[in-house]
């Protein structure tokens, strides 16, 4: 499937459903700055759509919350 969204990207830029389909993938797998990034192209394409609106905040926050620890050991080894 993967394949496929990113032939219709570069056959299709201006839609925006092949981009919120890939950046599905991307966080899927994990790859949260990839999900972030085809997110942020289907905005660009369609301002208005919802599901990559929703898509991209919710993979804002869980980058957040996956790089809290990391935050959080800094702040130990400044107190330090």
């Known amino acids: 499937a993967k394949n496929a969204f990113l ?18 993938i991307y966080e899927q ?16 394409v369609d301002p208005n759509n919802a599901p990559a609106k929703t898509a991209l905040q919710l993979t804002e926050a869980k980058l957040k919350v996956r790089e809290l620890p990391r935050q959080i ?4 080894i400044a107190r330090d």
């Open 7 to 24: 032939e219709a990207t570069r056959l299709r830029p201006d839609v925006a459903a092949p981009w919120l389909n890939l950046g599905l």
């Open 29 to 44: 797998q994990g790859q949260l700055g990839p999900a972030i990034a085809h997110f942020r192209q289907a905005l660009y």
């Open 73 to 76: 050991e800094s702040l130990e």
